[in-house]
């Protein structure tokens, strides 16, 4: 009797242990568990990343030497669009789970080293989100100044004529004045449009070519601004004068380029010549005999 009351008091002591054992094996269950369940969460934002790595190196296939039509702009522009709030939509759901598990992630290395992964790849498709929009910006800007540069051949055209024609009286002075300053202003947004293009085109080498083009047409609208602006009223006698001064020049111009002419041609007869002197003196030709 006194031998089972002894194993009764063993048995029940052990209890315990018993049961503290079996709740720290629940409890590491438990923690496993976790940790599964949260690297598979971080595994599904991983690949949700990769998706959006691959969507935002999309092909910019612009033909540079093609205008930049605006469907074509406007299709880029969606589509960074539709990244963006898909690229938000991610942070906003990252930001909160990774907040909630911390602990949990914190206490192993395995999920932290995942979770730095992450990090750096959320980082690199946010790089590489900025440096497409820099680029759409980029075009667009240079579409939106490219226009503005090309259309303004008839208003500077225009310009010109009624400066002329109000340079003709002193009367009409002040209208003279009225189409100097519309030209000027006209000019400071052409230099304004001019700046944006070329610091596109800096950014985005692949504009150079058509850049070129643009700098040309730059160049003869700041030639006709000069001559409005140097337009001023002057007498009719004045004009005259100023007429037969540029026949004059013209003139003077035409006899150098002959003076030019007939010097070229004197050294060019004064080397055959010389060749021809040569020759003889080589004997290459017969001397003539008595």
């Known amino acids: 009797m006194k031998r089972n009351l002894w194993l009764l008091m063993i048995f029940v002591s052990m209890l ?3 049961a503290w054992a079996q709740e720290e094996m629940s409890t590491e269950e438990e923690l496993d568990s976790t940790y599964t369940d949260i690297n598979e969460h971080l595994e ?5 990343l990769l998706q959006l790595n691959a969507l935002c190196r999309f092909r910019m296939d612009i033909d540079m030497e093609m205008p930049l039509n605006e469907p074509l702009l406007d299709v880029v522009s969606e589509r960074l669009k539709s ?14 789970y990774s907040a909630a598990q911390q602990v949990y ?14 990090q750096q790849m959320k980082q690199t498709v946010t790089d590489t989100l900025a440096l497409r929009q820099q680029q759409r910006d980029h075009l667009v800007a240079f579409s939106t100044a490219e226009k503005f540069i090309w259309s303004q051949d008839n208003t500077y055209r225009r310009l010109y004529q009624q400066a002329v024609q109000y340079s003709m009286s002193p009367k009409l002075a002040a209208q003279l004045e009225k189409v100097k300053a519309e ?24 504009l150079q070519l058509r850049m ?7 160049f003869e609208l700041q030639t006709v601004s000069a001559k409005i602006q140097e337009m001023a009223y002057k007498p009719f006698i004045q004009r005259i004068k100023d007429y037969l001064m540029g026949l004059a020049c013209v003139a003077i111009l035409l006899m150098g380029l002959n003076l030019l002419k007939s010097k070229l ?4 007869q004064a080397r055959e010549q010389a060749k021809k002197m040569k020759g003889m003196m080589n004997g290459q030709h017969n001397y003539p005999t008595i």
Not at 83 to 96: G, I, K, P
Not at 212 to 218: C, L, R, Y
Not at 265 to 268: C, G, N, Q, R, S
């Open 183 to 206: 030209e000027q202003a006209l000019t400071a947004d052409v230099q304004k449009y001019y700046a944006q293009a070329k610091e596109a085109a800096e950014a985005f080498p692949g």
């Open 44 to 48: 599904l934002f991983q690949e949700e």
């Open 212 to 218: 070129k083009g643009m700098d040309n047409k730059v």
């Open 16 to 18: 315990p242990s018993v």
């Open 83 to 96: 990244l963006s709030a898909s690229m938000n939509s991610f942070s906003t759901r990252w930001d909160t």
């Open 105 to 118: 992630i914190a206490d192993n290395d395995s999920l932290l080293n995942r979770v730095a992964v992450i």
């Open 265 to 268: 041609a004197l050294v060019k």
